[in-house]
């Protein structure tokens, strides 16, 4: 199956089988292609301020500058990124990577217990965050390796007055910023200033360096980093530009950036794949808040958009979106998890534009399969395996399926990661032996090389895009001492895709599903935090005493 490529035949116009990964050999290179190509053009705006691809070149060379010059990093040590989209973001991204340094994208709504994993995990020794989430960092500082965290706040990109005008309405009248104090933390700013002072050497970057640790939830609970080379993106960007690119005016896209920049989405597609074509990245920080949200759209001529199902809803359900102009909008695409067919019609009906539906993984960098962009309607497939990409199904003993026969997704390509941070049974488990990566999803192709998901191997749940391991969750619940035996499963959410539930049998009967959730706001991320909490006398169990997952999930929920 994996020779014939069928899919083939279903390609765009214009869309090559191939694409050339050898064309520019690191992240680097592409990116010093675009600043010679589009130096005076915008390349990232947030928050009324527009950064040109020259400034773009210029602070990021400080960023390097200082991290080599005055940090004294070596090439190959690790930088954590902990911030929502901000002007600070490409700067330290693209100065990290020109250092020939690897960046670490960190979550950062992540709690205490997560950060602190995450940073001792990647054995990062430098930290950039925004002073909002700097308390968090103050935790567990002193526990991890790092030795230098630069600080910065909202408005410090945005001159003066509006950046100190932002950052006291975020720190005295909204309260956003909690008050920390980290010993030793310089301002991200005087980076840039003592940057200056010092020359940039010459770096080497091979394309097997590792750019990015992306992590990814593990099914054993513990967060994994993905090691992400320059080749892995470059390629990954190569192929989704030879995709989305037929009709793009190279110069000339807008492409809103609201998904976090330190999710793989919105890193490969909105800051690389567009970076590539010049286009500009106008930065969307806070998405959640729709009204804000839908109000910037109305001020900027937009061609494209990415986000996940539940984004779209959400702009669907706001007033004012039906008057926002999407008379240059061209391409809308949508993954990180299912799209519902009731919301791409609807994104249709609304903007004219069909909301084309794409599938990728972390360890995919992460495209692997998307829809034709010339696609007329919503089809509930995921796509055809992209340029340079092989996709098959294989069964539980490792053999290739016919058309039509449900089994495990798995992709091959040079976009697939090199394997999992200093974890090698870890990667033995997903990359088998032939360089097929097996991606836990249960999947089905038609006759025409298109790819359905049917269902999901590993109990996964997916809450608006993100993966959340019942393991995890279980693992954070069993901490409570009134709890003897704790479930966790995704159920169906209207807003979300899917909702935490937890099943506990109780070891203390005053235990209250207030407490349970009280105790998971303390511990876990947001998306994490289970929605339904319910209590039974005992838990579904195969007869090896593996609790049955399915069952809990197939029962109906109660609030």
């Known amino acids: 199956m994996s020779n014939e490529r069928p899919w083939l035949a279903e390609y765009p116009q214009g869309v090559p089988a191939e694409?050339?990964?050898?064309?520019?050999?690191?992240?680097?290179?592409?990116?010093?292609?675009?600043?010679?190509?589009?130096?005076?053009?915008?390349?990232?705006?947030?928050?009324?301020?527009?950064?040109?691809?020259?400034?773009?070149?210029?602070?990021?060379?400080?960023?390097?500058?200082?991290?080599?010059?005055?940090?004294?990093?070596?090439?190959?040590?690790?930088?954590?990124?902990?911030?929502?989209?901000?002007?600070?973001?490409?700067?330290?991204?693209?100065?990290?990577?020109?250092?020939?340094?690897?960046?670490?994208?960190?979550?950062?709504?992540?709690?205490?217990?997560?950060?602190?994993?995450?940073?001792?995990?990647?054995?990062?020794?430098?930290?950039?965050?925004?002073?909002?989430?700097?308390?968090?960092?103050?935790?567990?500082?002193?526990?991890?390796?790092?030795?230098?965290?630069i600080a910065t706040g909202l408005g410090d990109m945005l001159g003066f007055p509006k950046g100190a005008i932002v950052n006291f309405v975020l720190r005295h009248v909204k309260k956003m910023v909690p008050d920390y104090e980290i010993p030793g933390a310089v301002r991200f700013r005087d980076t840039l200033v003592i940057g200056q002072l010092k020359s940039l050497p010459a770096v080497q970057i091979a394309a097997d360096d590792i750019a990015f640790l992306q992590y990814t939830g593990g099914t054993t609970g513990v967060s994994k980093g993905a090691m992400l080379t320059h080749r892995n993106l470059v390629a990954n960007m190569q192929q989704a530009a030879a995709w989305v690119g037929t009709n793009v005016k190279l110069g000339e896209e807008v492409i809103i950036t609201a998904l976090p920049l330190y999710h793989i989405f919105a890193l490969t597609a909105n800051c690389l794949v567009f970076m590539k074509f010049g286009g500009l990245n106008y930065m969307i920080t806070n998405p959640r808040d729709m009204p804000g949200f839908v109000k910037e759209l109305k001020k900027v001529p937009f061609t494209a958009i990415t986000g996940v199902n539940t984004l779209f809803n959400g702009l669907l359900n706001t007033p004012g979106f039906d008057q926002v102009d999407f008379s240059r909008l061209h391409l809308t695409l949508g993954g990180g998890m299912a799209v519902q067919r009731a919301v791409a019609d609807r994104w249709k009906q609304a903007t004219g534009v069909t909301l084309v539906e794409a599938y990728g993984l972390t360890e995919t960098s992460p495209?692997?399969?998307i829809n034709p962009m010339d696609l007329k309607a919503y089809n509930g497939a995921i796509g055809l395996p992209i340029p340079s990409t092989?996709?098959?199904?294989?069964?539980?003993?490792?053999?290739?399926?016919?058309?039509?026969?449900?089994?495990?997704?798995?992709?091959?390509?040079?976009?697939?990661?090199?394997?999992?941070?200093?974890?090698?049974?870890?990667?033995?488990?997903?990359?088998?032996?032939?360089?097929?990566?097996?991606?836990?999803?249960?999947?089905?192709?038609?006759?025409?090389?298109?790819?359905?998901?049917?269902?999901?191997?590993?109990?996964?749940?997916?809450?608006?895009?993100?993966?959340?391991?019942?393991?995890?969750?279980?693992?954070?619940?069993?901490?409570?001492?009134?709890?003897?035996?704790?479930?966790?499963?995704?159920?169906?959410?209207?807003?979300?895709?899917?909702?935490?539930?937890?099943?506990?049998?109780?070891?203390?009967?005053?235990?209250?599903?207030?407490?349970?959730?009280?105790?998971?706001?303390?511990?876990?991320?947001?998306?994490?935090?289970?929605?339904?909490?319910?209590?039974?006398?005992?838990?579904?169990k195969t007869n090896v005493g593996k609790i049955l997952r399915r069952e809990l999930r197939d029962a109906p929920t109660k609030a």
């Open 367 to 369: 495209a692997a399969c």
């Open 390 to 540: 092989q996709a098959c199904v294989k069964d539980e003993d490792g053999r290739m399926l016919a058309t039509g026969e449900v089994g495990e997704l798995c992709i091959k390509g040079p976009q697939v990661m090199k394997g999992y941070w200093q974890r090698p049974e870890e990667t033995a488990k997903v990359l088998d032996g032939d360089g097929w990566l097996h991606t836990g999803d249960m999947a089905k192709m038609d006759d025409k090389g298109y790819f359905y998901i049917v269902d999901r191997k590993k109990d996964m749940i997916l809450v608006s895009g993100f993966n959340v391991y019942p393991n995890e969750v279980e693992d954070v619940i069993a901490m409570m001492p009134g709890v003897l035996e704790v479930a966790a499963v995704g159920v169906p959410d209207e807003k979300s895709g899917e909702a935490v539930k937890v099943v506990i049998v109780k070891k203390d009967p005053a235990l209250t599903a207030e407490q349970v959730k009280a105790h998971a706001r303390e511990n876990l991320t947001g998306y994490k935090h289970p929605k339904y909490v319910e209590f039974r006398t005992e838990l579904p």
């Open 19 to 149: 694409i050339d990964v050898n064309e520019f050999p690191s992240v680097v290179s592409v990116l010093e292609k675009a600043i010679d190509t589009y130096r005076d053009r915008p390349a990232f705006a947030n928050l009324g301020k527009v950064l040109t691809y020259g400034e773009i070149d210029r602070l990021s060379k400080q960023f390097a500058a200082y991290l080599l010059g005055e940090l004294g990093l070596k090439k190959g040590d690790r930088v954590a990124i902990m911030m929502p989209n901000c002007l600070q973001y490409p700067i330290a991204i693209f100065g990290t990577l020109r250092a020939g340094l690897t960046v670490v994208n960190v979550n950062p709504m992540y709690t205490a217990r997560e950060l602190k994993h995450q940073l001792v995990d990647s054995g990062s020794t430098a930290l950039v965050v925004l002073d909002n989430f700097g308390h968090t960092v103050q935790e567990v500082i002193a526990d991890t390796p790092v030795k230098q965290v």
